[in-house]
């Protein structure tokens, strides 16, 4: 039969067929479904969109002729939020499998029921990662074999039921394959509830029935499975196919009311009149520089490698002129540099490979390349005594340039902690001579937060007496 005489052809995206799936497989079922729902709620394709991320089961996105994302491993639920924030009005479907959802997206999982948006999230409950050669997942039944756990499943499965209650869920189901009316009914009440929903799809996968010697988990679901209209504690814990199968809704409830959050009000600091430093630009005379500051977070070296790009393009405007800040993840209290490259020519590298000056505020970088201060044998090396273990400089050339500034000690004495970047920074216009004085104040004004100009200032003014 030609697909566009398929009563579903209208949601189908026919240069997609045939499917991917294994004969035997249900999933393509579950897509049916889900078709059959949208089309039940009249729903105009615009108006939905699905989500999903990688897995068998999520492939579905691709099938089906609405928008959608194919996103990543366990993404798909923070992608949906993400759709749903920007457009309130769609009706967004999340669909993958467990050990997309329930797995590797898990927490995911768990955020949505506080976040409380109205997505509906069907988790297709195969057992297992099925895409790659069935590898055991959250809800691996206890002592199946898989791949990767060829002597038996060792951990007891998680129940995604009692999780979705748990994590606020508005609207909670558990449906199988084998129930395709009573998956429609399901699928229908999800979509007209308008908070988190929550299904979950039994299904089976013929490489799980394979591994552990099962002839038909889809006769097993209609055998085990009982449809109930009202519901039980125990009903919860009634989801193995070797014993019971309750199915139903669990709940189907309003969002509760929440309280407007009482934030602190922002205090809205009043910026003071930025003070006014005039400079005159002039030809630098630099033909090619390399400047690396470097610390550790918190200590504003990324500042003050911005005051000192800044000030150099205001000293020359023609100088080309680059800067690479690099900090690990912990950012607070961990290495950090800026790295910047003056030069007469267009700069093709702007990474400082042997610095001409390198201003040190602490020796964790030196520490972690394994002792070595690296700078230029004829360059330059300005160093806060008041932070740095001076015995780093113990092997450096006789050459070298060596100033010692208590930059972090005069920070805290006189102003704050904060500004010992500043006291460096006057230190280093004074007795460099690189960049002229008014030049880096009016970059400092420029970039320092503000209301903390004036404290700026004088603590460069500090270092410059220094
Ligand atoms: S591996 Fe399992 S879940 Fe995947 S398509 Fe085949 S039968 Fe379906």
Request: net charge neutral; charged share 20%; proline share 5%.
């Amino acid at each position: 039969m030609d697909i566009s005489q398929h009563p579903y052809a209208e949601l189908l995206r026919k240069e997609m067929m045939p499917n991917i799936w294994c004969s035997g497989c249900r999933i393509g079922r579950i897509k049916n479904a889900f078709i059959e729902a949208v089309q039940h709620q009249g729903y105009n394709p615009d108006k939905c969109a699905v989500v999903s991320g990688i897995g068998c089961s999520s492939r579905i996105a691709g099938y089906l002729n609405l928008d959608g994302i194919h996103s990543t491993h366990g993404r798909a639920i923070p992608t949906a939020l993400g759709v749903k924030l920007a457009d309130p009005e769609l009706m967004v479907t999340v669909m993958g499998g467990d050990g997309d959802i329930l797995g590797i997206g898990g927490n995911h999982f768990l955020a949505l029921g506080r976040h409380g948006k109205d997505l509906n999230i069907i988790c297709m409950n195969n057992y297992g990662y099925s895409m790659t050669g069935f590898q055991h997942g959250p809800t691996t039944p206890f002592g199946a074999k898989t791949v990767t756990t060829s002597g038996g499943n060792p951990y007891a499965p998680l129940n995604p039921i009692a999780v979705a209650l748990a994590a606020g869920y508005t609207f909670v189901a558990r449906s199988t394959s084998s129930h395709p009316y009573h998956l429609v009914d399901c699928l229908v009440s999800a979509m007209n509830n308008k908070g988190p929903s929550f299904i979950e799809v039994l299904v089976p996968c013929m490489l799980f029935e394979r591994r552990n010697k099962i002839k038909s988990l889809d006769a097993l679901f209609l055998e085990k499975a009982t449809i109930k209209e009202t519901l039980s504690q125990a009903d919860i814990h009634q989801n193995a196919f070797s014993e019971e199968i309750s199915l139903g809704v669990f709940r189907d409830s309003q969002i509760p009311d929440r309280p407007a959050p009482a934030f602190a009000k922002a205090v809205k600091k009043k910026a003071g009149k930025k003070p006014r430093v005039t400079f005159k630009s002039k030809d630098s005379g630099i033909d090619y520089m390399q400047i690396r500051m470097e610390g550790t977070g918190g200590q504003g070296i990324v500042q003050g490698g911005k005051t000192m790009i800044n000030a150099a393009m205001n000293m020359d405007p023609k100088l080309n002129s680059t800067l690479i800040k690099r900090y690990g993840p912990e950012m607070k209290g961990g290495s950090c540099l800026t790295d910047i490259v003056l030069s007469s020519q267009p700069v093709d590298y702007p990474f400082v490979e042997i610095p001409d000056l390198l201003i040190m505020m602490s020796g964790l970088i030196t520490k972690e390349r394994g002792g070595k201060v690296i700078v230029n044998e004829n360059g330059t090396v300005v160093i806060d005594e008041s932070t740095v273990d001076l015995s780093l400089l113990d092997d450096l050339a006789d050459t070298v340039k060596i100033f010692k500034v208590p930059a972090t000690q005069i920070a805290r004495e006189n102003f704050r902690v904060v500004v010992a970047n500043n006291v460096m920074m006057g230190f280093v216009c004074k007795t460099t001579s690189i960049i002229d004085k008014n030049c880096i104040k009016a970059a400092i004004v420029k970039s320092a937060p503000p209301g903390t100009e004036e404290m700026n200032l004088a603590a460069f003014e500090k270092g410059y007496e220094l």
